[in-house]
């Protein structure tokens, strides 16, 4: 925390109200002080200084990551992530704006107090809003995992009422800040959902027993090596292309000229380019997911290769919506989401350290980072109104209403683009975060949610970038987004009634 000396403090005013309420809070403050708490004396001293700077939430979301679990995992990644957000906001607005003294010694016991005694200002407590926010997003992902570090959340926020350093308002407030910061986290970065959405009824394609016909070409950075040796062995009569990426779209476009079946192995950009390809061709696609499977992938329920070797074999296949982009003569078709504004950079950042860190963590990470980068708003005309935009994201299909990011998409074939929109102010990061805040409202007073079939922008500015799938280009002037309506044919196991 940086240290803030400025110890000017300006003499409040005449407020009925207000001399009550600090009055009030004094007495508690004193009231504690005088009381003892059994137990707490060896304890919650040294609690409050392994706090000091978020170490001892650092000591435990790492001994959670060590668990190897991937929940436990993503709990510590999102704890800590709340963390840093309850961090940035308790030091650049917090304890700045409320220059409140800290409470006075004099009935604090000489045991309880610390040895070095903090010179920030007193509201909000910065201790309470690191463990709400920690707490609070751990609980978010691992209700288990929360339910254990609750406990010393709550210890540390009571041990600075206990040393005497904060007023029982201040640690309130801190905690109230701190679970409001992990909420807006998960708005930015919804929690994964593993139930696969909806889709109409199964339709014709090839059953390919021992998998003749199917041609499947695989990244070999994706980490899908056993998925497709198994498909190999469960299919010996396909055709296995292994290509770096670079060489993926040329690979997929030799196949798709010899293929009943094309087969994608890669991430959602790889899957992203082979869906247009058999969109051309008028094929059927078969998705094998990588290492880490992507959302289109994870959406069809494919997890292992042997969901996919079981819909090739029996010919169970499902028709699902194809989101369309134009601008002057750039066109390009996208399976899970296209977005304006800030929504190119969180994807780049998110690819750049999702190699290092996972693609959830990562997200969140992304997030985190482009919050903190100054940016521009996009101008675009919307329906005729210029308009200045931070984000618009369109996702293909309705998803559940989260905030500003994509939640669990309900239907993958309901003809239905679903458009956040966070309108443009004076700073990127309150507007995100209060547009994550709002949630499942549709409407706020900066984020907006609708759905439709259709979307045209105009007055784009030259070069703005456009991300679709995890791959970004650049458009300008005007730009559409549609639908193709259950335009492709996607091998899918279908569900046993």
């Avoid at 007023?167 to 309130?172: A, E, G, N, R, Y």
């Amino acid at each position: 925390m940086t240290p803030d000396v400025d110890l000017t403090l300006p003499v409040p005013g005449p407020h009925r109200v207000r001399r009550a309420l600090l009055s009030l809070d004094s007495d508690l403050f004193e009231f504690a002080a005088e009381r003892r708490w059994p137990g707490a004396g060896p304890v919650l001293p040294r609690l409050s200084r392994s706090a000091n700077h978020g170490m001892l939430w650092l000591a435990v979301a790492t001994a959670m990551a060590a668990g190897r679990t991937p929940r436990a995992r993503r709990a510590a990644a999102r704890g800590m992530a709340s963390l840093g957000l309850a961090s940035l906001t308790i030091n650049t607005v917090g304890k700045r704006s409320v220059r409140r003294p800290r409470p006075g010694l004099d009935a604090v016991p000489l045991s309880r107090r610390l040895k070095r005694q903090p010179i920030t200002t007193s509201f909000p407590s910065g201790h309470a809003a690191s463990a709400a926010a920690f707490a609070t997003g751990v609980a978010l992902e691992s209700p288990g995992w929360g339910a254990v570090v609750a406990p010393v959340a709550f210890s540390v926020a009571m041990s600075r009422v206990y040393t005497g350093v904060h007023f029982p308002s201040d640690v309130l407030a801190g905690a109230a800040l701190g679970a409001g910061a992990a909420f807006a986290v998960r708005g930015l970065v919804p929690p994964p959902v593993t139930a696969a959405p909806a889709t109409g009824p199964g339709c014709a394609a090839p059953a390919l027993a021992d998998g003749a016909g199917l041609v499947l070409v695989a990244d070999t950075d994706t980490g899908g090596a056993d998925r497709v040796r198994a498909v190999r062995e469960a299919l010996p009569g396909a055709e296995v292309v292994t290509c770096p990426p670079w060489e993926v779209r040329t690979a997929l476009e030799k196949a798709a000229a010899r293929a009943r079946v094309l087969g994608v192995c890669g991430d959602d950009g790889t899957v992203n380019a082979a869906a247009g390809i058999a969109l051309r061709h008028g094929l059927p696609l078969a998705v094998l997911p990588g290492g880490s499977p992507g959302r289109f992938a994870q959406d069809l329920g494919l997890t292992r290769a042997g969901d996919l070797v079981g819909a090739v074999r029996r010919g169970e296949a499902t028709r699902v919506d194809v989101g369309r982009f134009r601008s002057g003569d750039r066109e390009g078709v996208f399976l899970n989401s296209c977005g304006l504004g800030v929504h190119p950079d969180l994807v780049r950042e998110r690819d750049r350290w999702s190699e290092w860190v996972g693609e959830w963590p990562a997200g969140m990470l992304a997030a985190l980072r482009v919050l903190r980068a100054g940016h521009r708003p996009m101008t675009a005309r919307v329906n005729g109104r210029e308009r200045p935009l931070w984000l618009l994201s369109a996702e293909n299909g309705a998803h559940e209403r989260t905030g500003i990011a994509a939640g669990h998409r309900l239907d993958l074939a309901d003809g239905l683009l679903d458009v956040r929109v966070v309108h443009g102010g004076s700073q990127p990061s309150g507007r995100l975060l209060a547009a994550a805040a709002a949630g499942r409202l549709s409407r706020s007073p900066v984020h907006a949610a609708v759905r439709t079939d259709r979307l045209r922008l105009s007055d784009v500015e030259p070069g703005t970038l456009l991300a679709h799938d995890g791959e970004v280009t650049e458009v300008s002037g005007e730009v559409t987004l549609d639908k193709l309506p259950g335009a492709l044919t996607v091998y899918r196991p279908l569900p046993v009634h």
